[in-house]
C-alpha cells in the first residue's frame, strides 16, 4: 500500500471528497448524476459549516481518500466562506424538481437527527461531523488513523462528551469496534423513485462508563 500522510483540508479535495459522499450514501441511484452532485456539494458544504477539525488522509499523490471532521460545540464558529459555500449549493439544489425533492429528505433526517439527539437526554461538548473513505481505501486501517486524530484533538481541546449521527446507509458497526455506544434509535420510512426504503438512524456516543 502507498504511504498514507494525514493533513488539514484543502479546497482541491472537495471534488474527491464530494466523489466519495456519493458513492458511500448511493446519490446516483436516488437521483440523476446532476442532481447527485448538487447533493455531494451541498452535503460536504453544511459539514465544513459544522466543524472545527479536520483531518484529511492522502496517499503519495496527495489525493484525498479519506476525511474526518469535529465540532468543538463550546468554540465553534462557521468561517463566512464555508457558510457562502453552504448557501450557493443549497440554492443549486433548490432549482430544480428533482432537487427540492431530495432537499426534503434532508430536511426529513434533520428532524430526526434533532430528536435523536434531544431524547439522549444528554449534554455534548463535541460532535464528530463527518467521516467518509474512498471504497478502495477501506479495510486497510486508514478509517482508524483518521479516528485516532478525531480522538486526539478532542482531548486536546477538552472536549470530554461528544457524539454522532449514524445511519444503517454506513458502516456504522465501525463505531462499535472503536468503543462507541449506541444511546438512540429511530426508524424511518423513505419513498424513492417509486420504491418504499426503510432505514433506522442512530446516535452515538464516547460514555461508555455510563
Excluded at 2 to 10: A, F, G, S
Excluded at 55 to 84: F, S
Excluded at 100 to 111: E, H
Excluded at 141 to 149: D, V
Aim: aromatic share 12%; with cysteine.
Amino acid at each position: 500500500m502507498n504511504k498514507i500522510t494525514l493533513r488539514t483540508i484543502q479546497k482541491k479535495d472537495f471534488s474527491r471528497i464530494q466523489k466519495m459522499i456519493k458513492q458511500a450514501w448511493k446519490y446516483e441511484e436516488m437521483s440523476s448524476p446532476k442532481t447527485a452532485d448538487h447533493m455531494a456539494k451541498a452535503f460536504l458544504s453544511s459539514c465544513l459549516c459544522n466543524q472545527t477539525f479536520t483531518a484529511v488522509a492522502v496517499n503519495a499523490q496527495d489525493q484525498a481518500i479519506g476525511v474526518i471532521m469535529g465540532n468543538d460545540r463550546k468554540h465553534h464558529h462557521c468561517p463566512l466562506k464555508y457558510r457562502i459555500r453552504q448557501i450557493q449549493s443549497i440554492l443549486s439544489l433548490f432549482l430544480h424538481k428533482e432537487g427540492r425533492r431530495i432537499a426534503m429528505m434532508f430536511k426529513d433526517i434533520s428532524v430526526i437527527d434533532s430528536e435523536l439527539l434531544k431524547e439522549s437526554k444528554m449534554e455534548y461538548d463535541g460532535e464528530i461531523a463527518f467521516f467518509v473513505m474512498d471504497e478502495a481505501y477501506r479495510g486497510k486501517g486508514i478509517g482508524k488513523q483518521l479516528f485516532i486524530a478525531l480522538q486526539e484533538y478532542m482531548k486536546n481541546a477538552n472536549v470530554e462528551k461528544y457524539f454522532l449521527y449514524t445511519d444503517t446507509s454506513c458502516n456504522y458497526p465501525f463505531y462499535e469496534h472503536q468503543g462507541l455506544i449506541r444511546r438512540g434509535e429511530k426508524e424511518h420510512a423513505f419513498h424513492i423513485n417509486g420504491q418504499k426504503a426503510i432505514m433506522s438512524f442512530f446516535i452515538y456516543d464516547n460514555l461508555n462508563d455510563l
